[in-house]
């Protein structure tokens, strides 16, 4: 029976069809036409958690006090790890009691922040394209949103000089993620001194995602809001254990930073969840303290793929940016077509998964993005099928649908 009196409140209405639900309608589709999907589409790394965390919660189940409800703010242990692994990586310290918060994943951080402190009307500053919870977060607050146009002749850098004077003056909130999902871009240590004194001059809250701390290459090293001086007075940093650890199922990431800023946070989160599973609390603790040696094993295979995947595409006609991290690879379509039709065309005739590039906002229109999610042997298949089908940069040489 439908119920056509009920409607969904305003705030679920307004929200445009997130792109990675119908991405996934798409491929249930294509797998009943009986396609060998090659699925680079989200970034979902493939495989296990390393095997000491799975021990490790396998252990933490056969502890009867795990059952419960674990407590609001973490385990103390897991808090403790998160400031200890701080502490090494960054040379930053926390209080775990006040400046470190688990989360159900940092996709529920980084909404549930913006409901914390977005009221309606409030204006809030986010990149376009960006990770849709940067926006879509606010959103759902009825926060208004000033889109930051990011550009590749930026590098992908938020230009602060674009923001004009009056909407920084209301602006009560900005979220940043630099290494970027999706452009791959990163950002120098300047860059983070220059937005932690333009939150200063505006008094504006930072939000900085650091989803891709660990997965950069060439000796890189992404850095924290946290290093800068005056950062962690005005600001909150997210990270998870999605994508270094292959724990985007078990739903673990972390929110540190300010501890006003946090407290805002978890009164919320009090009063809609307990927190994360107490046995995967004491999991995710073993995994911040791998050694580096896996965290060098992880960076080598994206290294690898990235590599591997440019080299391919080169030949192919596309000049793809060698992203110093992340996931993923920022690929230009051809001129003219627009990232949901290239993406629609490479899916029906290859089988291989793209996300459009305006899942991120109108900025990634003309751009699809390719995570670095399958081996080196399922990726060479890729680029196998996309030769095969003439799919190439040259727009004339593009197969019609
Ligand atoms: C920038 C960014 N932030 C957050 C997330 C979500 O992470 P989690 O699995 O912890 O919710 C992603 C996932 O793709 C991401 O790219």
Same mark, same amino acid.
Not at 20 to 31: I, Q
Not at 126 to 153: C, D, Q, V, W
Not at 321 to 347: E, H, I, N, Q, R
């Given at each position: ?8 409140? &305003?705030?679920? *209405? ?14 249930? +589709? ?5 396609? &060998? *999907?090659?699925?680079?589409?989200? @970034?979902?790394?493939?495989?296990p958690?390393p ?12 502890i009867?006090?795990n ?7 973490? #385990? ?6 998160? %400031? ?6 960054? &040379? ?8 470190? *918060? ?6 529920? @951080? ?5 409901l ?7 204006? !809030?500053?986010?990149?376009?394209p ?6 879509r ?5 009825? /926060? ?16 602060? @000089?674009?923001?004009? =004077? ?13 290494? $970027?999902?999706?452009?791959g871009?990163?950002?120098p +240590? ?23 701390a660990?997965?950069?290459f ?5 850095t ?5 001086? /005056? ?8 990270? #998870?254990l999605?994508? %270094?650890?292959?724990?985007a ?9 300010n ?26 603790? %073993? ?8 965290? #060098?094993?992880?960076q080598?295979?994206?290294?690898? +793929?990235r =590599?591997?995947?440019? &080299? ?5 006609g ?5 992203p110093?991290a992340?996931?993923?690879?920022? !690929?230009?379509?051809p001129?003219?077509? $627009? ?6 065309? !490479?899916?029906?005739?290859t ?5 459009? @590039?305006?899942?991120? /906002?109108s900025g ?6 390719? $995570?670095?999610?399958? =081996?080196?042997? +399922? ?23």
């Amino acid at each position: 029976m439908t119920l056509d009196w009920i409607n969904p409140a &305003d705030r679920v *209405l307004q929200l445009p069809p997130y792109v990675f639900a119908r991405l996934d309608e798409l491929k249930v +589709r294509a797998r009943e036409q009986g396609l &060998d *999907l090659i699925d680079l589409g989200m @970034g979902n790394p493939g495989g296990p958690a390393p095997e000491p965390v799975i021990e490790a919660a396998k252990h933490a189940l056969h502890i009867a006090d795990n059952h419960g409800y674990p407590p609001f703010e973490g #385990t103390a242990n897991f808090r403790k790890a998160i %400031t200890q692994w701080y502490l090494r990586r960054y &040379d930053v310290k926390l209080d775990p009691n006040s400046e470190a *918060l688990p989360l159900l994943g940092s996709k529920e @951080g980084l909404t549930h922040l913006a409901l914390a402190y977005v009221n309606p009307g409030d204006v !809030v500053l986010a990149p376009n394209p960006a990770y849709p919870a940067h926006f879509r977060g606010p959103l759902i607050a009825g /926060g208004k949103i000033h889109s930051i146009l990011l550009k590749p002749e930026n590098d992908w850098l938020i230009d602060l @000089g674009t923001i004009p =004077d009056s909407v920084a003056e209301q602006a009560k909130v900005l979220f940043f993620n630099y290494p $970027s999902n999706p452009t791959g871009a990163t950002a120098p +240590r300047e860059f983070f001194e220059e937005i932690v004194a333009f939150a200063h001059k505006y008094q504006i809250l930072l939000v900085h995602d650091l989803c891709y701390a660990e997965l950069a290459f060439d000796g890189y090293q992404p850095t924290s809001l946290l290093e800068i001086p /005056g950062g962690k007075e005005i600001g909150v940093e997210f990270h #998870t254990l999605s994508k %270094t650890y292959n724990m985007a199922g078990w739903r673990v990431g972390f929110v540190v930073g300010n501890s006003t800023i946090i407290q805002g946070l978890r009164t919320l989160k009090t009063n809609l969840d307990y927190g994360l599973f107490a046995a995967l609390q004491t999991a995710a603790e %073993t995994a911040l303290n791998l050694p580096d040696s896996y965290i #060098t094993e992880v960076q080598n295979r994206y290294q690898k +793929r990235r =590599d591997f995947l440019i &080299d391919g595409l080169a030949e192919l006609g596309w000049t793809v940016p060698k992203p110093l991290a992340t996931m993923y690879l920022w !690929v230009a379509c051809p001129p003219g077509m $627009s990232s949901t039709d290239f993406a629609l065309t !490479v899916l029906q005739q290859t089988g291989v998964v793209l996300t459009p @590039g305006n899942a991120f /906002g109108s900025g990634g229109e003309g751009y699809v993005r390719v $995570s670095l999610i399958a =081996d080196c042997d +399922r990726l060479g298949e890729a680029l196998r099928r996309l030769k095969e089908a003439n799919i190439r940069y040259q727009p004339d040489l593009l197969p019609t649908v």
